[in-house]
């Protein structure tokens, strides 16, 4: 069996700040994997590590090896910019670039320097279709991405992360600040999306979790207490503590 | 369909195919009986095996869907019918192989005044006829021919009212056939529960299609 992505002993430190405290695992490709817990348990500080997010941050250090088709991302040889290539990321609030639809997407392709028309074509309509905003939009590229709504402008952060190819996708609460229509947009996407990638989505909304992922992970105080497939955390937890958080019983 | 619509419509086919085995079941265990036919008796053992594994697997489905998919309104009352809609086709399976199990401790083949006395073969095709039309019922949201389904019981609460006394006089009058009149009432009483299941599927379907709770109400009310 050969993982997308195995996280071997990682223990994360911010200076003296032990946040992430020995959590290993193992992600099957084409698989959505959800990230549970209450505030401040290290699901996203864990999440950003899986692309080296945490780079930019001075007092972070990282023990452990995380492996991508298993290579080690954090060894000395990798680029940062071309893991992020592979491991793209859509962050809770929608973000979209103050230019066109079609500049947005192909952001990524520009500053790598391409810039040949059928190509930033070709990809742009690739990229919205995946994104399932293709139809809504193809009529009017040129139009501003801030004139979107704010569940479009998800899904064209989606489409522009799409762009590069990657394929494993890190979501943080991708749909936490979406009406419930888009979100319903966006989880029916991450089915569709899991086909050609590998998905980790950090979500509060357990539910969200119990209907999108394959398997989910239940992080507490930087531990990860237990990890399995999501009918068996939903239906039967091992542990007690896991049971308590998603009855609603903490957290 | 999004996501969990696909996963209500496997759990409907699904419902669909162990309604069919247990229709099935139900119609070997007839012909079983007008013919003392053992291999087909022994047939319908064999396969309440399959019905038990449906149940279990209709029961998983169910609560992977409620757990992961916190289905509302229709979808909820959907997933509840469905619940029990599958206990009442096991039991009905049940009866089935109860029946067989008469057939294969038969020495002789069934007296055919007893079977046309008792009306016990006319009592097992309305049966299994209730039970096919609820399933086109279930397929296509139609309550009203659900709601067929209580005036089409009485029949088999009459007949069932009515055994004790026509195996009773038939004892009498053929002492050296009580094993098989036994047979007969017993399988006339499994019959009437037959009909009994088929109700509370017909109340099942009302309730995920109309949203009305029909149980313990009075006959008019239905």
Known sequence: ?251 | MVHHEIELEKLRNEVSLMWNLTVSQMQKAKRAMVTLDRDLAGEVLHSERRVNAYELNIDNQCEYIIALMNPVAVDLRFVLAVLKINTNLERIGDIAEGIARYIMDSSKQYDESLLELTEVILMFEEATSMLEDLLMSFHNEDTSMARTIFSRDEYLNEMNAKANTLIANYIKQHPDNIEQALHILSTIRKLERVGDQSKNIAEEIIFYVEAKVLKHSDKKEK
């Open chain 1, 1 to 251: 069996m050969s993982y997308k992505l195995e996280a071997e002993n990682i223990n994360v430190h911010y200076g003296s700040n032990h946040v992430i405290k020995n959590v290993s695992m193992k992600l099957q490709p084409n698989t959505v994997t959800a990230f549970i817990g209450p505030s401040g348990c290290g699901k996203s500080t864990f999440l950003r590590c899986l692309n080296r997010m945490n780079d930019y941050i001075d007092l972070f250090h990282l023990d452990g090896k995380i492996k991508v088709d298993g290579k080690n991302i954090y060894d000395k040889k990798v680029r940062v910019e071309e893991l992020r290539k592979q491991i793209g990321m859509v962050f809770q609030k929608p973000n979209p670039f103050p230019k066109s639809i079609y500049e947005n997407v192909v952001y990524g392709l520009r500053i790598q320097g391409i810039n040949k028309k059928s190509i930033l074509d070709e990809t742009v309509e690739r990229s919205l279709q995946q994104a399932a905003l293709w139809e809504e939009v193809k009529d009017d590229l040129k139009k501003s991405a801030l004139q979107l709504s704010g569940g479009q402008q998800q899904r064209l952060c989606i489409a522009r992360t799409l762009a590069t190819n990657p394929t494993v996708l890190l979501m943080d609460e991708p749909a936490s600040a979406l009406d419930p229509i888009s979100t319903s947009k966006v989880e029916e996407l991450i089915h569709d999306l899991k086909k050609d990638l590998t998905i980790i989505i950090v979500t509060h909304n357990m539910q969200q979790a119990a209907r999108v992922s394959d398997t989910t992970a239940f992080f507490y105080l930087g531990d990860l207490v237990e990890m399995d497939a999501t009918k068996v955390m939903f239906t039967n937890p091992r542990e007690t503590q896991t049971q308590n958080y998603i009855t609603g019983r903490f957290g």
